[in-house]
């Protein structure tokens, strides 16, 4: 059975870190490149970090590079997402998912991550 499940949020201080995860299942996890997304209320999902599938290629959207960090364990099928120094403006519900992305269906319910200022 297809599954994506983000957990790791929360609410933190301006300045804070977190550590999302991401628990996948009944896909081929080890050999395909992983995304994190986000979403704001009302907004589109939009891309934060990518990472290919043996970990040796990673990018980051301009706006968390030298931030966030996305790393991931094929053995445990899990993504990862380190978030240091977190802005108010990371305020939002992160999700995980393939590149490219499984059926709408398997969207997992996303953690929230909230930044107080």
């Known amino acids: 059975q297809v599954q994506l499940v983000e957990s790791g949020g929360g609410l933190v201080q301006s300045g804070g870190s977190l550590k999302l995860s991401c628990a996948a299942s009944g896909f081929s996890f080890s050999a395909d490149a992983m995304r994190w997304y986000r979403q704001y209320p009302g907004k589109e999902r939009e891309m934060v970090a990518d990472?290919?599938?043996?970990?040796?290629?990673?990018y980051y959207a301009d706006s968390v590079r030298g931030r966030f960090t996305i790393s991931r364990d094929n053995a445990k099928a899990r993504l990862y997402l380190q978030m240091n120094n977190l802005k108010p403006e990371d305020t939002a519900v992160y999700y995980c998912n393939r590149m490219p992305p499984l059926p709408n269906r398997y969207w997992g319910q996303g953690t929230q991550v909230t930044v107080s200022s």
């Open positions: 990472i290919s599938a043996g970990s040796g290629i990673r």
